[in-house]
């Protein structure tokens, strides 16, 4: 099934989503907020640092801002790109800049060029290995030309017209242990004599101290020396034993990629396409075909003792190490398709695997896994209570409900499943490729013990049932609390709370999740169209009001995680409503799709609404305002 074809087939309906699930997404949450905010904060202190010239000082805090905030991001499972961790990144980077730009030391001289054309590119290829942004050795960063001036641990690193006070012309010079590069072939005496000269001339240069040397242009030279030329990639010729595809992506994928990727890579370094690894970062080319002496990543994961690359390097095995260097003695490599694409497409992910073995399985052994992973689970949560099952042809039922009710609820799963497939114009005669699992429950604590044990999680108490279709297909069931066939303000009835489940069912089948609200709205949208006159309905408008008091901002309106399971039902069904009569089923159905491509909310929200999220939000809680017992919505109670 085309699933944004299907999300296609709304402009037949005025409809929108459901479930009384509480679900657990990848998602930035209120506590993830206020760290960042407290980290922002903290950010801004850096500033008083720089003003007192505590310039160290001033370093420590912004990197310390720095960790915090990709750790949250992770926490999160989401990128660095993400607005909310991406604007805090930028200034820290700016504030980096401005404490380069302060630091004492300044331009020794001006003028000659020599340092650009003779000096840099030597310093770029052989000497950023070790002295790069990554951990440099003896605390001596040398990427831009302020670190140069202000030295290392060992004190002045070139001391202008002293060649023989400067720590650079005597490390070049050493024999042994002393010299440098370490590890590496020496300097020619050439490039010796240029370096040495330039110091004894005072080390001039005329050049911004911030800008990264692999930056810098010699004086009439029409481009920067490295990283503005095209990457060369090389294809293998079939004799290489290490293939990077294979070999080197997959723990590149898993080790490196969320530290070398985002807006503000790590030492301004992507992986995330090969054309970016070739390409290399601030300190220069990282990776040199068929060289692995001065190829500064095998120095970082390899050569250096301690080994500094990646972060937690015992998870790198020895077979990691002897592939990289093979690979990239073999001439680096590249035996995938696109040099552009995401690195991570070369890697399938367990998920991926696991979807790929599944997709291979005909629709009936699909079914037949089905049934025993649904005899196990309820098994593992209730074993000395054997469950009655009733299979249809698009539905398994599993319940302590009784023989005559487990098959009146695959009656209300048909009906549903039939309605929803003509609503929604869809080609398949089933919504769920091999069935889909309905778990009922007698009781609250068969439902809670199921979640618990096989979920591990707690069920809110509101909550009276949750809808779990994995991306994989290997999980495909809803869970329906039985709460009778009563309907009120308070409580839609089992069979119109199983619609809505089905509904959300359907809504997890895209490739990417829609919004907590609009899964609940147009579920039970869809349920009220069915069941118009229930008056469960009536109370979900009425209590968007009280709904509402707990917002604290309205640019939160949006946002998953910001409403209780309890509260979620009368906002889900009120926004959507709201969002079909501020354009229609046509731009509603335009926001699920492109939100079901991965797209984030505000730029979906700007893009099919011609409004930002703040715009949007307001005009709702002006809508609460004119439905029934809606008067005072969005204000706290005193």
């Not at 922002?40 to 160290?56: L, N, Q, W």
């Not at 790069?132 to 690193?157: E, K, Y």
């Not at 680096?332 to 997709?359: I, Q, Y």
């Not at 509402?548 to 959507?576: C, R, V």
Request: charged fraction near 25%; include cysteine.
């Amino acid at each position: 099934m085309n699933k944004l074809a299907m999300v296609a087939g709304l402009l037949a309906i005025w409809v929108t989503g459901w479930s009384h699930a509480c679900r657990l997404e990848a998602a930035i949450t209120p506590e993830h907020r206020k760290q960042i905010a407290d980290v922002t904060k903290e950010t801004t202190k850096a500033a008083g640092h720089i003003s007192r010239k505590e310039y160290d000082e001033a370093e420590k805090l912004l990197n310390d801002a720095e960790q915090k905030l990709k750790q949250i991001a992770k926490e999160a499972d989401v990128k660095e790109t993400d607005k909310l961790i991406a604007g805090p990144l930028k200034k820290i980077a700016q504030a980096r800049e401005q404490v380069e730009r302060k630091r004492p030391g300044g331009t020794p001289g001006a003028g000659g060029g020599a340092f650009e054309r003779d000096v840099a590119p030597v310093l770029v290829a052989r000497c950023l290995n070790c002295h790069g942004n990554d951990n440099p050795r003896g605390n001596l960063q040398i990427t831009t030309f302020a670190g140069i001036v202000r030295g290392g641990d060992s004190g002045a690193f070139v001391v202008p017209g002293k060649p023989d006070e400067s720590s650079l012309i005597a490390r070049i010079n050493a024999t042994g242990e002393q010299r440098m590069p370490k590890g590496g072939a020496a300097l020619s005496d050439e490039q010796i004599k240029k370096i040495t000269d330039w110091v004894a001339s005072g080390a001039k240069f005329s050049g911004s101290n911030t800008t990264p040397l692999n930056q810098l242009k010699a004086p009439g030279d029409a481009t920067a020396k490295t990283d503005n030329v095209p990457i060369q990639i090389n294809k293998p010729t079939g004799s290489e034993t290490v293939s990077f595809s294979k070999d080197i992506a997959p723990f590149m994928v898993n080790l490196c990629l969320n530290c070398h990727s985002g807006n503000n890579p790590r030492g301004g370094y992507s992986i995330e396409t090969f054309e970016k690894l070739m390409r290399g970062g601030k300190s220069g080319r990282v990776v040199l075909p068929g060289n692995s002496s001065d190829s500064r990543m095998w120095h970082l994961v390899g050569l250096q003792d301690p080994i500094k690359m990646p972060q937690g390097q015992a998870l790198i095995t020895r077979s990691n190490h002897a592939n990289l260097k093979t690979w990239i003695e073999e001439g680096a490599k590249f035996d995938g398709a696109d040099a552009k694409a995401p690195l991570r497409s070369l890697v399938p992910t367990e998920a991926e695997k696991r979807a790929k073995e599944l997709a291979s399985l005909s629709p009936e052994e699909l079914a037949k896994r089905r049934l025993a992973r649904a005899e196990q689970l309820w098994k593992a949560a209730s074993p000395n209570e054997a469950p009655a099952i009733e299979e249809t042809d698009a539905f398994i039922v599993v319940s302590n409900v009784g023989e005559a009710r487990n098959k009146l609820v695959a009656d209300w799963s048909a009906t549903t499943a039939s309605r929803l497939i003509r609503l929604f114009r869809m080609k398949e005669s089933q919504i769920w490729r091999g069935k889909l699992v309905v778990f009922v429950f007698k009781d609250r604590f068969s439902y809670v013990e199921f979640a618990k044990t096989n979920e591990r999680r707690d069920i809110p108490v509101e909550t009276q049932g949750h809808a779990r279709v994995a991306a994989t297909g290997d999980e495909a069931y809803v869970c329906l609390l039985d709460i009778g066939d009563t309907e009120s303000e308070s409580s839609p009835g089992a069979k119109t709370l199983l619609s809505g489940l089905l509904a959300e069912g359907m809504l997890q089948t895209l490739p990417n999740r829609v919004p907590e609200w609009a899964a609940k709205g147009t579920g039970l949208m869809l349920a009220s169209q069915a069941d118009p006159k229930n008056p469960y309905f009536r109370g979900l408008a009425a209590g968007a009001n009280e709904a509402l008091k707990s917002l604290n901002k309205p640019d939160e309106l949006f946002d998953n995680g910001t409403f209780s399971p309890a509260d979620l039902p009368a906002i889900g069904y009120t926004l959507t409503a709201f969002m079909l009569k501020r354009g229609g089923e046509a731009y509603f159905v335009n926001f699920l799709s492109q939100m079901a491509q991965g797209k984030s909310l505000p730029d979906t929200l700007n893009a099919v609404y011609n409004a930002d999220v703040s715009t949007l939000a307001m005009a709702y809680l002006a809508h609460v305002e004119t439905l029934p017992g809606a008067k005072g919505a969005g204000k706290k109670k005193k």
